[in-house]
């Protein structure tokens, strides 16, 4: 049996308590494959921008979380993507990199605007496949912007829960070596629950009996993202509820308790119309989208740059560049 | 609290007691709002059929299951859809017509043999749209074989287990019409369990304590499928498990409890390399697929199709066409 996550109260115990928390998660939960690969490739990617460049890294997609060793069965959690695919493009086009940690399968940018290849393209009576007429326009316009904003973002896919975890700490310790330039925003879904490893089954659960399962907490990785890994970025954290009644309570709440700059609230149902934004310093900002022609995303990503530009400035007042 | 599905025997449990149990589901289980539109779609589809045509449901995909009824956690199924979407061709390619009862998202028949709309089309320096040349000419054999077989298939999308098991008592009652002409071809991966709605947490689970979910297990509709929903069509269940050492006797044992007429076993790991068909009459076929070139689908296919023939041959005979 795993010794952590089991307590009533892992978000709010002491610090020390915690540190045993992520540690013990990273002891027991291997590496993904291409780790370091990856993180490598990352370093280069944030090493290249440009002194005034800002990097953003954008989560998308929800996280899987096994409930066999020889995994069959997986708790998910609800997310198509399309909140980080819509933001990654407004951040491209707001001159941020981006480092774009999705969801295998997860809505991309760009190509979420494309339905279905197959219904793009016809046989022009001969042999040659080209382009339906009524959809040239569009998917012009889309590879025009695909083309001019590819090499400025960075994908990184993955599946598990215990793969995100991995990414998210190796990237943001990158994104540090950038100081106040760089953002995170963490609009991935991610697992509060998992099962340890030791506390799985090995194979496919049987089907003759009602399955009991207990699930561990993950540890609040906030935490050492705000002290540790990325002390130095602006980091924004999304809290999608279906209560009404608690979702500002919850955003000021994790505000105070992990000390990062914002909470981007939200509700299930509405999320698409309005959202509202907490920075720590306590100002509230609600965000209504009425304009059916326009994703919500842009004014987020619009508030977000914003709200970074003031840190960024703020940050050199007080360790002005080299 | 619901009072069904929580014996420990419920698969092999006396036939008034399961019949109850498959009641008190779609009692409990709100019906998808398209149900009466897409079942009046499917009846037209199976009615157009012609004399010696044969009609094949084949299911793919994993079915979701919410955890909270404004739904933001759920199990899911491990499967891709993979092996529903390859056989759809090659049923399409044997002279089937196709009701492809797939999960929402889940890899398309023809769509699955090009990767990324982005990846496959280019601007031409001007301001046109194509496809590029190193993509052409495989594009162009799967939109023939596409615009060929298109109106001989029949989608329908589910999301939930729900939707999944109201659609097929809907779908495979339509398909009895057809008498031994009609195959169905159980391939979706389904879940054993779910929580009824009375169970469900209305809200998002909070993460300040551990969560223990109880589950309750789903009727098995393997066996009204059988004796009630369609019992002329040729029915092939899919078993797919982790442990070798309990696959071929699990297979064995549906048969006899449902008495339907093939069960295909795969180990999760090796299931695109080796599947075993066993039928209700005791004949076990190993099917093993060396060519890399070549999908194990295209095997399978060819096996059942041979099988449904002879099916079809009996029953002309026991019942000869008016």
Redesign the interface.
Same mark, same amino acid.
């Given at each position: 049996m795993s010794d952590f996550?089991?307590g009533?109260?892992n978000?709010g115990g002491s610090s020390e308590e915690n540190i045993k928390h992520w540690d013990d998660f990273y002891n027991e939960v291997p590496a993904p494959a291409n780790y370091a690969e990856i993180i490598s490739g990352v370093r280069k990617f944030i090493g290249d921008a440009k002194l005034e460049e800002r990097v953003v890294v954008v989560t998308s997609g929800g996280t899987?979380v096994p409930?066999?060793q020889?995994?069959?069965?997986?708790?998910?959690?609800?997310s198509s993507g399309s909140r980080g695919a819509a933001s990654t493009e407004y951040f491209l086009e707001e001159g941020y990199k981006v480092v774009f940690l999705n969801r295998q399968?997860s809505i991309?940018p760009? !190509?979420r605007h *494309?339905s279905? /290849? @197959?219904d793009?393209? %016809?046989?022009d009576g001969g042999?040659?496949?080209?382009?339906k007429s009524c959809h !040239?326009s569009k *998917?012009?316009t /889309? @590879?025009?912007r695909? %083309?001019k904003y590819k090499t400025s973002c960075f994908a990184i896919t993955y599946e598990s829960l215990g793969d995100y975890l991995w990414f998210l700490k190796g990237v943001s310790t990158e994104l540090n070596s950038i100081g106040a330039r760089g953002m995170l925003y963490l609009a991935a879904?991610v697992?509060?629950?998992y099962i340890p490893k030791n506390d799985m089954p090995?194979?496919?659960?049987q089907?003759?009996?009602?399955?009991?399962?207990?699930?561990?907490?993950v540890p609040k990785m906030l935490r050492p993202l705000v002290k540790d890994w990325a002390p130095e970025a602006y980091i924004i954290s999304f809290k999608?509820?279906?209560?009404p009644n608690i979702l500002l309570q919850k955003a000021e709440k994790a505000l105070k308790l992990y000390q990062h700059n914002m909470v981007i609230a939200n509700m299930?149902?509405t999320r698409k119309k309005t959202v509202t934004a907490v920075e720590r310093t306590g100002e509230v900002m609600k965000i209504d989208n009425d304009d059916e022609d326009k994703e919500i995303e842009s004014l987020i990503v619009n508030l977000v740059k914003e709200k970074h530009s003031k840190y960024i400035q703020e940050n050199l007042t007080k360790s002005p560049l080299p």
């Open positions: 996550g089991k009533a109260d978000a899987m409930l066999e020889l995994t069959v069965r997986f708790v998910d959690n609800f399968k991309q760009y !190509a *494309i279905s /290849v @197959l793009v393209l %016809e046989l042999a040659n496949v080209t382009v !040239a *998917i012009q /889309v @590879l025009e695909y %083309e879904a697992s509060d629950f090995e194979h496919k659960i089907s003759d009996r009602r399955p009991e399962i207990t699930f561990s907490l999608l509820e279906t209560d299930l149902t």
